[in-house]
């Protein structure tokens, strides 16, 4: 049996076991998706009992998902890294190679962007685009909306240092797509946007939608990266001011194929599954 797992701290609320035995069971694919809880600053010794407690029951662990707080720590323990990954400085997917070595990518963002480009039918090219935050998800998106071709992108957080230095690591990304890239404190966003999307922790915490109502362009796409009942306020407040809201299971299930077409080599239903998920969770 080939074995995977998501890795984190918490993880017991993870919906990736569910997505990816899902996945298995629609492309015929023989596997094993558990979770595994880490203690915090012990991500190198999690991967590698995970490695070894395969071998030793005579199976082999393939791959993992890497979530909250092991990003930064799984970038550092590969020896090879995609692209994506470099620029975010973040990863969240590791696949172990035959040669015992790790193959590192990120696949948040392009899940945000299938999910904004083919779920919602949103298309992004030539598009102005407000990203709100400039932790690791924002890092993770960057990238792959500038790749989807949006023409202005404007990144704004609450420590406006932190949407700096992001937009400076993909400036050259920005400039070679033709791309405006600008940072922004949160309460000085100049202008109005067709894509909005939420990358701050402000949903997850309770508080309100971080910036004013005026960034909406009528119509705009307005998306939380948090689902379930946290990302309600978001979408209440999107759908108050004539934007279109979405929250961010579309995301996680896009993210999480692109996970299983890297290791698996076989692209999943990800529409069908997310329909099935959205009407398992009402
Ligand atoms: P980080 O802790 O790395 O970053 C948090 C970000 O939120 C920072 O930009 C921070 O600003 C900002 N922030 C926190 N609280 C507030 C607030 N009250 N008001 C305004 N800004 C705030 O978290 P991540 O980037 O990893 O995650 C962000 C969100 O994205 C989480 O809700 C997470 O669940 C979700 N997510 C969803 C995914 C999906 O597949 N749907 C995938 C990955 C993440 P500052 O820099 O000033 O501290």
Redesign the pocket.
């Known amino acids: 049996m080939d074995l995977y797992c998501v890795m984190g701290n918490p993880v017991e609320h993870s919906r990736s076991p569910r997505i990816h035995a899902r996945f298995a069971e629609l492309c015929g694919q023989q596997l094993d998706y558990g979770r595994r809880l880490v203690p915090v600053g012990a991500f190198a010794k999690g991967v590698a009992a995970f490695r070894r407690e395969a071998a030793e029951r005579g199976e082999a662990a393939r791959g993992c998902n890497v979530?909250?707080p092991f990003?930064f720590d799984a970038a550092a323990l590969a020896q090879h890294t995609s692209e994506r990954a470099v620029l975010a400085q973040?990863v969240?997917t590791l696949r172990f190679e035959e040669d015992g070595s790790i193959y590192a990518d990120n696949t948040?963002g392009i899940?945000?962007v299938n999910d904004i480009v083919q779920n919602a039918a949103v298309p992004l090219a030539g598009r102005a685009v407000l990203l709100?935050?400039?932790?690791?998800?924002?890092?993770?998106v960057l990238g792959p909306l500038l790749d989807a071709g949006v023409s202005r992108l404007v990144v704004a957080?609450?420590?406006v240092d932190?949407?700096i230095a992001l937009v400076q690591r993909h400036a050259a990304l920005a400039l070679g797509h033709g791309a405006a890239l600008e940072a922004w404190p949160?309460d000085a966003v100049p202008g109005d946007f067709d894509v909005v999307v939420?990358?701050?922790?402000?949903?997850?915490?309770g508080?309100?939608v971080?910036v004013r109502a005026e960034v909406l362009r009528p119509g705009a796409l307005a998306i939380?990266?948090?689902?379930g009942p946290?990302a309600a306020g978001f979408m209440a407040w999107a759908e108050a001011h004539g934007a279109i809201a979405r929250?961010?299971?579309?995301?996680?299930v896009e993210?999480a194929a692109e996970a299983f077409a890297l290791w698996r080599g076989v692209r999943p239903p990800a529409a069908q599954v997310l329909a099935e998920l959205r009407a398992e969770l009402g």
Do not use: E
């Not at 990358?199 to 997850?204: E, F, I, N, W």
């Not at 939380?224 to 689902?227: K, N, V």
């Open positions: 979530t909250v990003k973040a969240n948040d899940g945000l709100i935050g400039a932790g690791g998800a924002a890092a993770g957080n609450r420590s932190r949407a949160l939420n990358a701050t922790a402000s949903s997850l915490a508080d309100a971080p939380d990266l948090m689902y946290a929250d961010g299971l579309g995301m996680l993210q």
